[in-house]
């Protein structure tokens, strides 16, 4: 396995929302330098699954990333330090019980999981098409015994990169995120227990995801119409479950 060498550094501080209600000033949004976060060498064979979900867009690959680089996943933002607070992420008390830590992910990282998703991502969506990059900022989220992400849809959002200089966060012209790309790091396989997505379509429950290590699960976000309704299930007295939010960029 590839020896992960890290080294990070803050390159943002937003205002984070905590949990149950209240700000915490001054939360970083890390970056570093991590070469060999992805191998491409030892790429998986990466497979698409549709999910079922009325006239909503969500859809599944499998094999997206292998278990070591799940695990340098865990690992590296284990290193950059889970809290309560979310920068830059606006939820009502109540809505979000979990830790997380925001980050700027390489660029070369970046780029192979591109590679890896682009043929089977749709190359338009209403008209707009697949931009040839991933927005680099990933929010990691770490649910222990008794969080859950309550029903929510998620926000659509700009891409982000860093500087030139490689100092601080830099937000991308001309392309804006369209779908949520999850990826779970663990899965039942590791002893999570419950902490499901759990999906809707006009108000009922359409479908249960359950996490995998190495699953991916895609689904339209924003304000409008198409956005999915979902929520993450409350996790049961087993193993953490790791799980990172990246956004799929289209270009406007």
Not at 129 to 156: C, K, V, W
């Amino acid at each position: 396995m590839t020896q992960l060498t890290v080294d990070a550094r803050v390159v943002a501080r937003l205002t984070g929302t905590l949990p149950e209600g209240g700000f915490e000033e001054g939360t970083p949004i890390w970056t570093c330098d991590a070469p060999g976060l992805l191998d491409p060498a030892h790429a998986p064979e990466t497979r698409l699954e549709a999910v079922p979900l009325g006239e909503k867009l969500a859809f599944l690959m499998e094999d997206v990333i292998t278990r070591a680089e799940a695990a340098r996943f865990i690992d590296l933002t284990e290193s950059l330090g889970y809290r309560d607070a979310a920068p830059g992420i606006q939820t009502p008390p109540g809505m979000r019980r979990n830790k997380t830590v925001h980050w700027i992910a390489p660029e070369a990282a970046m780029a192979e999981l591109h590679r890896r998703l682009k043929p089977l991502l749709p190359a338009t969506l209403e008209g707009r098409a697949l931009s040839p990059r991933l927005s680099q900022r990933i929010n990691m989220y770490r649910y222990d015994i008794g969080d859950e992400f309550n029903l929510h849809t998620d926000g659509d959002w700009p891409g982000f990169g860093l500087s030139t200089d490689g100092t601080a966060m830099a937000q991308w012209r001309g392309t804006h995120s369209m779908l949520t790309m999850l990826l779970y790091l663990n899965g039942s396989e590791d002893g999570i227990i419950g902490g499901e997505t759990v999906l809707y379509d006009k108000g009922e429950a359409g479908a249960t995801i359950t996490p995998h290590t190495g699953r991916a699960l895609f689904f339209r976000h924003g304000q409008n119409r198409a956005s999915v309704l979902h929520a993450g299930a409350r996790l049961g007295a087993g193993t953490s479950k790791y799980v990172a939010r990246i956004n799929v960029m289209y270009d406007l």
